[in-house]
């Protein structure tokens, strides 16, 4: 497999607490993605990198924030947790040399109250 | 803005026979196509994918049918087999800029009725 890991798998966390989902991988891919999946809505690009201290938005990133200090770990945090952000949350590799899409984690489930 | 979108949340099909999910995206800039399997508790999986210069890819029981003038694509599974129950997302995406994102469905549950 691609050796792509999600931590935690699980958490519930209150409403106005920060919160930070660690994805990591153990390839060296340059591209990583954070995306939730919600019912109704499918899958939705929340933040991207391209490398090292490299990162864009996607289509849902208010409210996100992310970092890459290394290349095997892509961070995502909530500054502040609302209802809103209780979904799934998945972390994707792409790997370079032609494109075969991406490999995903397991998820995280992240219940906010 | 839905840029991709699959229209039926869920399908059931009888075991052995033809399984037809459907996706439609708007973007005419979307020049690969990717169909992504998944489990509960899982991670989507990559399923099969087309390029924008074919109409058609097959994977052994899978295929995928790419009609650009329509903006659709659809995905043939046969025969359905029990172990196929599962959401399947279509996702797309613009290579020509460099474009390193995917642009996914809504989602289509299906379930195989044996």
């Known amino acids: 497999d691609a050796g792509i890991t999600q931590s935690p798998r699980h958490k519930v966390t209150e409403t106005g607490t920060p919160v930070t989902l660690r994805c990591h991988q153990t390839?060296?891919?340059?591209?990583m993605y954070w995306y939730r999946q919600d019912p109704g809505h499918g899958l939705r690009l929340i933040h991207y990198?391209?490398?090292?201290?490299?990162?864009d938005k996607g289509e849902v990133s208010d409210g996100y924030s992310v970092s890459r200090s290394k290349t095997e770990d892509f961070l995502l945090t909530l500054e502040s947790a609302t209802s809103s952000q209780t979904s799934v949350y998945f972390c994707?590799?792409?790997?370079?040399?032609?494109?075969?899409?991406?490999?995903f984690g397991s998820g995280t489930r992240l219940t906010v109250v | 803005d839905q840029q991709v979108k699959q229209n039926s949340p869920s399908l059931s099909v009888q075991e052995g026979r033809i399984s037809i999910l459907n996706c439609d995206y708007t973007?005419?800039?979307?020049?690969?196509f990717l169909w992504y399997k998944k489990y509960p508790a899982e991670g989507p999986t990559f399923l099969i994918s087309?390029?924008?210069?074919?109409d058609k890819n097959e994977d052994g029981r899978f295929t995928v049918f790419l009609n650009k003038s329509a903006k659709h694509l659809s995905l043939h599974i046969v025969p359905s087999q029990p172990g196929d129950s599962a959401v399947y997302f279509c996702?797309?995406?613009?290579?020509?800029?460099?474009?390193?994102?995917?642009?996914f469905g809504t989602g289509t549950r299906l379930t195989i009725i044996p």
């Open positions: 994707a590799i792409r790997k370079e040399g032609g494109f075969y899409g991406y490999t």
């Open positions: 390839e060296n891919h340059r591209y």
């Open positions: 990198s391209y490398g090292v201290k490299d990162t």
């Open positions: 973007n005419s800039m979307f020049d690969y």
């Open positions: 087309i390029s924008s210069i074919k």
């Open positions: 996702a797309a995406s613009d290579l020509n800029f460099g474009n390193e994102k995917l642009t």
